[in-house]
């Protein structure tokens, strides 16, 4: 059974840093694109950031480029994203997905989704 269990949401002032997990398992993921999105109150999941796990390429949406940076660890078959420079618009529910190797922007593209964690970003 596959799963994607993200962790190390919490709250944080703005400029802060935080750094979510998200813990696969259930199958072999080196051949996909883990991805990172967000869902703020009243809006839309939207794409964050993605790595292809096994040749490290990422992709960032413009919105977090040059603030958030996604890694992996294989030993312990988790990925990571690190966020610096919050803002208080970064606040939302944070899922981890995954897909077979490449990397897409839209939702309904990727196959298995985490439950999510909360990231709060105050004033």
């Known amino acids: 059974q596959v799963q994607l269990v993200e962790s190390g949401g919490g709250l944080v002032q703005a400029g802060g840093s935080l750094r979510l997990s998200c813990a696969a398992s259930g199958r072999t993921f080196s051949t996909y694109a883990m991805a990172w999105f967000r869902q703020a109150p009243g809006k839309e999941r939207e794409f964050v950031a993605a790595m292809i796990w096994n040749s490290g390429s990422t992709y960032y949406a413009d919105s977090v480029k040059g603030r958030f940076t996604c890694s992996r660890d294989n030993a312990k078959n988790t990925v990571y994203l690190q966020m610096n420079s919050l803002k208080p618009e970064d606040t939302a529910v944070y899922y981890c997905?995954?897909?077979?190797?490449?990397?897409?922007?839209?939702?309904?593209?990727?196959?298995?989704w985490g439950r999510g964690t909360q990231v709060t970003v105050s004033s």
């Open positions: 997905a995954a897909r077979p190797r490449s990397i897409v922007v839209l939702t309904r593209n990727y196959d298995y």
